[in-house]
């Protein structure tokens, strides 16, 4: 007779299992700790831990590999993370671009506020994040921006660097001007430091200097923020205009366009470093920009703690906007209308039914502005319009940045095109407008409101499987979904959407 096995022999062996599956899991996170810490590369090819740890676990001895959680993310040249969405849609991946290498202890402030460059033990130039180097040294300093050489004494070597917080984007630094730092004097330890010869002073300066750079994407106004003007301010508002602005690459219109907010943070002329024919001769300098996350500051690694609060207040200042907060009756004398502004495009992403929106939206009781801005707008008298609106309406694209001239509390509806690309409008504009103090809305384009629909048969793969499409990378999101599709709202969903951020604005 075959006994029955005892009920207590199983134990054990469920217990060695579950203890298998336990071991398993504190070594991924200790081999994930290991690797985040000491093996750090600057793209990001790996999954995020948190989403391994929830991913289910694979029964022990099993040997299929299609069971397993295994998300991707594709480096590119714009969007320095895409989701593959091999396991799940874009939009419920996280996609944040964060300075995994980090290291606060490099960062600290010691001695009087502004003199944190100072650090002896840091080198003279290091990685502020992945995104942004900076060089800063002290004594003797001779720009010669013509010939893109820095000659200072002391320093230890030649070191060479381009001032553009991009450095993760080869694209963008192509067109970064390169900068040489040159020791001279003997203050190196080198012999060949005696060798060199700077040239003669033409101009002193008394105040610091502060290098950056207009080149890479700066004239797409998103990146004009996001690369430039928020880094720039976040590195030198704490001088208190005591420093000389040297821009590099220089446009001359878009020097022109944010000389406003230069001025809030300079008290002196930016000088165009290269075509400047003096020597300027500077008791210190700084050398780039140092970036937080996309259009956001992070305020306890500014030297005088700066928020994009304190970003939005200079706005202000710089542009005479007199619009502190927006309204749910709008600005006195509109009869108890809030003001919508449609940002409109040219080109692709455009409203093709952009004048039935306008009649719908004054029907619902708006007053109705529709702008259209490019690199030619005169910015003071365009920031003074965003600022009269409560409600402002777009879709995806660089003409959303003029949030920032938005009043607090206003709300921002972002037309987010048919294709999965949530995960890309939650980055450039979603997270950046709760920073900003503006309310956030989406308005998700179904296929029907989409111009795609008329461009392939409704079982294209183009429709169908947007997020297979994703995985090609970039180029093909691109290509796809951004220049070649444009928007019929449906004006019924549209009306029901203005009035939903009319009950978000605050009460007069």
């Known amino acids: 007779m075959t006994m029955k096995q005892p009920r207590g022999r199983q134990e054990p062996r469920r217990m060695g299992n579950a203890a298998m599956v336990v071991t398993m899991l504190v070594s991924l996170c200790a081999l994930t700790y290991i690797k985040a810490r000491y093996c750090s590369n600057p793209f990001r090819t ?8 929830l991913a289910p676990i694979p029964p022990p001895l099993a040997s299929s590999s299609s069971s397993k959680f295994q998300p991707e993310y594709l480096t590119d040249t714009t969007h320095s993370l895409i989701p593959s969405t091999a396991a799940k849609p874009a939009e419920e991946l996280e996609v944040v ?18 003199e944190e460059d100072f650090d002896p033990s ?24 013509n010939h893109s050489k820095i000659y200072i004494n002391p320093l230890s070597r030649e070191w060479k660097t381009k001032p553009y917080a991009r450095l993760h984007d080869p694209v963008a630094m192509d067109d970064v001007r390169e900068f040489t730092l040159v020791p001279f004097g003997g203050g190196g330890g080198s012999p060949n430091h005696t060798t060199v010869v700077p040239p003669l002073c033409t101009r002193n300066h008394s105040v610091p200097g ?58 002196y002329d930016v000088i165009d470093v290269n075509n400047d ?79 039935a929106m306008a009649r719908a939206a004054a029907a619902a009781r708006f007053d109705v502005r529709i702008a259209e801005p490019d690199n030619h707008t005169d910015m003071p008298n365009f920031a003074r319009l965003v600022n009269s609106a409560d409600v402002m309406m777009g879709v995806h694209g660089a003409g959303l940045t003029n949030m920032v001239f938005l ?11 048919f294709g999965g690309l949530e995960w890309l409008t939650r980055v450039t504009f979603k997270d950046p407008a709760r920073d900003m103090d503006v309310t956030y809305m989406e308005y998700n384009v179904s296929l029907e409101e989409s111009s795609l629909r008329d461009l392939y048969p409704e079982d294209h793969f183009y429709l169908k499987h947007p997020y297979d499409v994703h995985k090609k990378g970039w180029d093909a999101i691109k290509r796809v979904y951004l220049d070649k599709q444009n928007v019929r709202l449906n004006l019924t969903r549209f009306t029901r959407t203005l009035e939903q951020a009319r009950d978000l604005l605050p009460s007069p």
């Open 46 to 53: 790996s999954p995020p831990l948190l989403l391994l740890l």
């Open 97 to 114: 671009e964060v300075d995994e290498d980090y290291d606060s202890t490099r960062y600290k402030l010691s001695g009087p506020i502004g």
């Open 122 to 145: 840091r080198p003279t130039c290091y990685n502020t994040s992945k995104r942004s180097e900076r060089c800063a040294a002290v004594g003797d300093i001779r720009v010669d921006g």
């Open 210 to 267: 502060f290098l950056f750079s207009s080149g890479g994407f700066a004239g797409n106004l998103y990146h004009d923020y996001a690369d430039v003007l928020v880094p720039l301010f976040t590195s030198t508002h704490h001088f208190g205009g005591e420093v000389q602005f040297l821009l590099a690459d220089i446009k001359d219109w878009w020097a022109d366009k944010f000389k406003p907010l230069f001025r809030q943070l300079s008290r």
């Open 277 to 355: 024919q003096e020597v300027h001769c500077f008791p210190r300098i700084v050398i780039g920009s140092t970036f937080h996350r996309a259009m956001g500051i992070d305020a306890s690694r500014t030297p005088g703690g700066e928020t994009v609060a304190d970003f939005k207040r200079l706005l202000r200042r710089a542009f005479r906007l007199e619009r502190a907060v927006a309204s749910r009756s709008g600005a006195p004398r509109r009869k108890d209308r809030p003001r919508l502004l449609i940002i409109s495009r040219k080109s692709s992403r455009r409203f093709v039914n952009e004048r």
């Open 407 to 417: 009043p607090s509390r206003a709300v921002l509806v972002q037309v987010v095109p």
